[in-house]
Each structure stands twice: as C-alpha cells, then as structure tokens.
C-alpha cells in the first residue's frame, strides 16, 4: 500500500512544467521543507516536480503513521520527505540475508529478571551518534557499535571504531550495497581486528582497496552470538552484556519525529527486516515499556539520532535477529 503511484494529472503537470498552485496541497509544507533541509533541485523542473510529487505522497502516509499509532511517536517531514519507498531502502537502510546460513552459538541468558531500566550511554559504552550517509552501510555501524560497547565494558575504553574497514575489505558482505553483522564478525576475525575511525575513517563509499592495516588494530574479538527472540531475555542479556546488534523494517522509521513507535502490524511487517541497528538500553514511559535504539543517520533524524520502539510485541521485527561479538 506505500508503493509510489504517480497519478496521469501529475505525470502531465510535470511534463509541462507547471507552477505548484491551489491544487498542490503540499506545496508551502514542500518549500519550508527544502529550506530546511537545503534542497536545491531547480525550481519547478522536472526533478522539482517529480520530488513535489513524492512529498505529497509521503504526507499522505504521514498522515496514516499518525492516525493508527499506537504508542507515543509522531510522524512528519524528515530529511527523507522526497524520497520512494524504494530509494530510501536502497540508499539508507541495507540489511540483506547471510549470503550463507551462518549458524552462530547461543547466548548464555542470564537468570535473574532485568533490571526495570537500562541505558548503556550513562555507563560509557556508546559512543555518538554516527551517519552512513548516502550508503547502505548500516550493518556496518550495527556491527561496530556492539563492538564498541563490548570493548568498552571488557577493557575499559570506548572507541570509536572503522565502518569504512568493513566496507572496504570484508569480502561476504556488500559495502554501500548492504550486508549483515553476522558475517561481519566473520571477517574481522578474518581480518585480525578493526582500526579506529580516527585511523581508517568514513567516506560513505566503496573506498576501492582495502586499506586495513594490521598494526593499527584497536580492538579484536573472538567470536560471535545469537541471543535470542524473547525480550525478557533480550533485556536480561543487554543489563546484563551491552549493547545489542539488531535487525528491523525500518518502514516507519523515514518519518519518525519521537516518541514510543508502535505501528500495527500492517504498517512494519515483522518479517520485513531491512535495516540494522543497536539497542543500546530500555526503559517505561507511563505504561508503554520501550527499547532504546541507536541509529546511523545522524544527530538530526529522530531523538537526537535515536529510536524509541514499544518493548514485548516485537515491533518491526527487533528481536529477529539480535546477535553480539564476543571480546575476551
């Protein structure tokens, strides 16, 4: 139902070049947006029109995100308003399936419930919020991310960690063109460790050879697990370990403004995963338990580049595919 239709009216409009007026619902929306977010396609070429065409589009299922929320979230104009469905997964998300059946070892669950609360950021073991760009580099920065965290509460040190080395020289996955943290363990223990982003930094491009310098190394792990699909044992896990690597449809997630997300099911599929992230804590807020996510699209998307979900229903899919490095 969130496919792109272009409408004959439009597609003659945007032939001819037509000026946006009364009958472009969304046209004063549409410039205080490309203001904001410095869009600067010509005005009123086809592209113009063509990104006008899209926006309104996108405000119309804004407007349903809203209206059957569930939880908390609202919805709206971000940085992605002029975007397809289809160009946003394929510039912005790119988790993809293991190329493999990559069968990793089960956690060990801790016994004791969860804590009521957990955010791993007030304990040193997140480091800020970091941008993928125009890439679909996102297993990239789930992957570091757990890494981060699992060094920082190991050894005692946060650091920030080489994306740029997993998109230029892990050979399963697919750099900007997606790939997934499973396999990403793989290839750092191929590899012998990541450099940090300071040594090997980002360029939001396939950076052509790879670049990987061992003696550089920061940090290494030595293996990787599955932890498991139940939250109540997610959250034990995450008080109990750090930061988590996750999968999920990231569908609602092109307009989130804040909030708690709980979109039914109809509008995030479970089984639809495309997107890699990092749960980094959870907490309540009334009586809607959440998770809190760590994103890669900056500090301007979403709470300051985070993501608030509904905890226990598995939203979109979150506790599909939660998995961890292990430092030893």
């Not at 490309?34 to 119309?60: A, C, P, W």
């Not at 708690?260 to 992230?277: M, T």
């Amino acid at each position: 139902m969130y496919k792109h239709k272009v409408t004959e009216i439009k597609k003659a409009r945007r032939q001819k070049g037509t000026t946006p007026g009364p009958i472009f619902p969304y046209y004063n929306e549409f410039e205080a947006w490309r203001v904001q977010y410095n869009k600067t396609y010509e005005l009123h070429s086809g592209e113009y029109n063509l990104r006008y065409e899209i926006f309104e589009d996108n405000m119309e299922q804004v407007k349903l995100l809203n209206k059957f929320e569930k939880g908390t979230a609202k919805y709206g104009a971000t940085m992605f308003a002029d975007l397809t469905k289809e160009e946003f997964r394929k510039f912005y998300t790119g988790l993809k399936e293991p190329v493999e059946d990559h069968k990793l070892k089960p956690a060990k669950i801790p016994k004791y419930k969860a804590p009521d609360a957990c955010d791993w950021r007030t304990k040193g073991a997140v480091t800020e919020v970091k941008n993928q760009g125009f890439c679909g580099s996102c297993w990239a920065y789930s992957t570091t991310g757990n890494i981060e965290g699992q060094w920082a509460i190991q050894k005692g040190a946060l650091i920030s960690l080489s994306e740029q080395e997993l998109v230029d020289c892990d050979k399963i996955d697919h750099g900007c063109k997606g790939g997934n943290p499973m396999q990403a363990y793989e290839e750092i223990m191929r590899l012998g460790g990541l450099e940090s982003e300071a040594d090997y930094p980002y360029k939001g491009y396939l950076g052509g050879n790879c670049k990987f310098v061992k003696s550089k190394v920061k940090v290494n792990i030595t293996g990787a697990v599955y932890i498991s699909q139940d939250e109540g044992e997610i959250a034990s896990w995450l008080a109990a370990n750090g930061p988590i690597s996750i999968g999920i449809n990231a569908n609602v997630m092109q307009f989130y403004f804040g909030g708690i997300a709980h979109p039914y099911q109809w509008l995030c599929e479970p089984g639809g995963i495309d997107h890699a992230v990092l749960i980094i804590g959870y907490g309540v807020e009334g009586d809607k338990p959440y998770w809190i996510i760590k994103n890669s699209w900056g500090p301007r998307w979403g709470e300051k580049g985070y993501y608030r979900v509904y905890r226990g229903a598995g939203v979109c899919g979150l506790n599909r595919e939660c998995t961890s490095a292990v430092v030893s």
